[in-house]
């Protein structure tokens, strides 16, 4: 009975194993796969789960990375725009300040150059998918907010913010996903502020926080007179006075002839009644006189005239009561300060101001509007120098539009590149998996054709040992 038992417990374990290998190669080819739960090859199926972990990381930076790209390339297109817009508006201005352009023809440019102010603006607002592009990481309103006056753009503001919004595009490596507009149309390389008119004004010794062109406008509000020579400010001095700063009138007695003149400029002659007389120098700046009360004083008189300045168009002045070095002017509308130089202010008028390095595209194409159209009603010399500094200004914007056109180029390049790598480490970690996970059918059928065998000669072995009797050895 011993012997039996044994038989019998050998045969049932092998036609086991034969019933689960059996089983293990029918489930591998009907599913293809050699490893189908971890048991089957616990080593084999660990590579095949970090196979597949690998794989599925880089179809998630594959999709990162194809956002990342779209979004850059729209960007691309509106900075190509952009640029090509800008090539244009040196072209008409190029034109405007040969010389050839009378003011109405200047006007019609100034038309096309504002349509073209309009067209920029709306690509700097540019939105795909419900998301604005320029904005930083501040992607659900316009990044870009115009001030108008009558219709007309005065000054463009940008309100997103100076966050990137990095996206990891492949392992350790992220990609910012939208751009900074201030930083595709803003220079950002500060220089001494430069005073183009002839007011006398200059840079001051403080660093200024003003940016870009614009005009500081010199007042005048009142001419002091030193008491004792019955001369006195005139009855128009207020409004009339081009003067400011520190000037000398001096008056000269000929016998019946008296005149005054102002800064050694040319002689009036008065007759001691004039209550508003006007008296100019050399330069054409003009000082409203009062003479009636003129007792016979001869020589020379030191005056000094006081003002204001603005740089808001007027919106807010800042008294000049003493000529200093660094006198503060604050813009109401933005905060930024321009620290002036008053120590030789010498006359009244609108100044132009640049600060080269810190110009944006948009407030240069409004002062080159403005200008084409004399909305300030500047000489004709002065308007040719403001629309020629107005060219270096455009060519200074233009060139930081194209610089950053041409870095983002760079960028879109490096994640072509970075895409094929992604996409190769992929396919690669796909084969390994399969290499490790797919099944060969050929190698299958002879396995199940070898164990099928097996399987039916301990069958039959066993039938045949399990029958034996004791007449089998007679």
């Not at 059996?22 to 090859?41: F, I, K, P, Y």
């Not at 990375?65 to 072209?91: D, F, G, I, P």
């Not at 503001?157 to 939208?178: I, R, S, T």
């Not at 010199?218 to 128009?236: K, M």
Request: hydrophobic share 35%; proline share 3%; with cysteine.
């Amino acid at each position: 009975m011993a012997g039996s038992g044994a038989i019998y417990n050998n045969v049932t374990f092998f036609l086991q194993e034969h019933t689960r290998k059996l089983s293990q190669l029918h489930e591998q080819a009907s599913s293809g796969a050699r490893v189908n739960r971890t048991s089957d090859a616990p080593s084999d199926a660990y590579q095949i789960l970090r196979l597949r972990a690998q794989c599925q990381s880089m179809e998630i930076y594959s999709k990162n990375l194809n956002e990342v790209v779209r979004s850059l390339e729209m960007s691309h297109s509106v900075l190509q725009e952009t640029a090509t817009s800008t090539t244009k508006v040196q072209e008409l201005l190029t034109q405007a300040i040969s010389g050839t352009y009378g003011p109405e023809a200047r006007i019609t440019i100034a038309e096309e150059i504002n349509s073209i102010l309009e067209h920029i603006l709306s690509l700097a607002n540019t939105e795909s998918l419900g998301r604005y592009l320029l904005g930083g990481t501040n992607t659900s309103a316009p990044p870009f907010e115009a001030t108008r006056v009558n219709g007309l753009i005065t000054a463009v503001e940008y309100q997103g913010n100076f966050d990137d919004l990095p996206v990891p595009v492949a392992p350790g490596v992220e990609y910012p996903g939208m751009l900074i507009g201030e930083r595709v149309f803003w220079a950002d390389n500060r220089q001494t502020p430069v005073f183009a008119g002839n007011t006398g004004a200059g840079p001051g010794t403080a660093t200024s926080s003003v940016r870009g062109d614009f005009y500081l406008a010199v007042t005048h509000t009142q001419t002091n007179y030193p008491g004792g020579t019955g001369i006195a400010a005139g009855t128009g001095s207020a409004d009339g006075d081009t003067v400011m700063g520190d000037h000398v009138l001096t008056v000269t007695v000929n016998g019946p002839t008296k005149t005054i003149s102002l800064d050694g400029g040319p002689q009036v002659t008065f007759e001691g009644t004039e209550q508003n007389l006007l008296v100019s120098n050399s330069d054409g700046d003009i000082a409203c006189v009062n003479v009636e009360n003129w007792a016979g004083f001869e020589g020379d008189i030191s005056i000094t005239a006081t003002g204001k300045l603005s740089v808001d168009d007027g919106a807010t002045f800042t008294d000049l009561t003493s000529f200093t070095d660094n006198v503060a002017v604050a813009d109401s509308r933005t905060g930024r300060v321009l620290y002036v130089n008053a120590t030789g202010l010498c006359r009244t008028g609108t100044e132009p101001v640049s600060v080269p390095g810190t110009r944006d595209l948009f407030g240069t194409l409004v002062t080159i509007r403005d200008a084409l159209r004399n909305v300030r009603n500047l000489p004709a010399e002065q308007q040719l120098e403001v629309l020629t500094g107005s060219l270096e200004s455009l060519k200074e914007v233009s060139a930081v539009v194209r610089r950053n056109m041409t870095s983002l180029g760079g960028r879109l390049q490096a994640m072509d590149i970075l895409k094929d790598n992604l996409e190769s480490i992929n396919s690669r970690a796909t084969e390994q998996a399969a290499m490790l996970e797919d099944v060969d059918i050929v190698q299958i059928a002879t396995a199940l054709a070898r164990t099928q065998t097996l399987y039916q000669m301990t069958l039959a072995v066993s039938s045949k040992l399990l029958t034996l009797s004791l007449l089998d050895f007679i």
